[in-house]
């Protein structure tokens, strides 16, 4: 282990619990191109820590992201404005949209804040589904309106619409 980095490794499926921190493939990019899929988060040259998390038989990947000014994060550090963001969760049909040659590294304090949290951030995505829901249902609210249209689960309302 290198100092200043735990390194869990995606490609061997060494999970915590029932989370595991993976990259996203190009054949996810290839499929959601930014063209037409403007709120996901496309980073290609430094992408994202994803957080594999599954919710109802529905597979999750949820980016760990800095600069986050909104309520819709499980912070791994506050201070910093960094955390998991629920806003841009994608939905992955299957581990073939996963890209097992990188290996992601968190640094350790990132990686403390999430350590045995997988409950907490398991009920903290379905919650945030619930609340993208009852926006959606209701677009007359300008707070509901600036929800869904920054929240990439716009892209998945079919994959999403059997989560309670």
């Not at 993976?22 to 499929?31: G, P, S």
């Not at 007359?140 to 990439?152: A, D, G």
């Amino acid at each position: 282990m290198n100092r200043g980095y735990l390194c869990l490794y995606a490609k061997e499926n060494e999970m915590i619990g029932n989370k595991r921190f993976i990259f996203l493939a190009e054949k996810f990019y290839r499929q959601y191109p930014a063209e037409q899929y403007p709120e996901l988060e496309q980073k290609r040259d430094r992408p994202y820590i994803q957080i594999w998390v599954t919710i109802d038989g529905v597979n999750f990947a949820i980016p760990l992201r800095s600069s986050i000014h909104h309520p819709f994060v499980f912070w791994t550090d506050e201070e910093r404005h960094c955390g998991v963001d629920f806003s841009k969760a994608v939905v992955l049909p299957d581990e073939s949209y996963i890209n097992e040659s990188i290996t992601p590294h968190l640094r350790d304090n990132e990686f403390a804040a999430l350590y045995n949290k997988d409950y907490m951030i398991e009920r903290q995505m379905r919650r945030y589904i619930q609340k993208y829901k009852r926006a959606k249902a209701n677009l007359q609210k300008p707070f509901n309106r600036k929800l869904v249209s920054f929240s990439t689960l716009q892209y998945f309302e079919e994959e999403i619409a059997n989560i309670n």
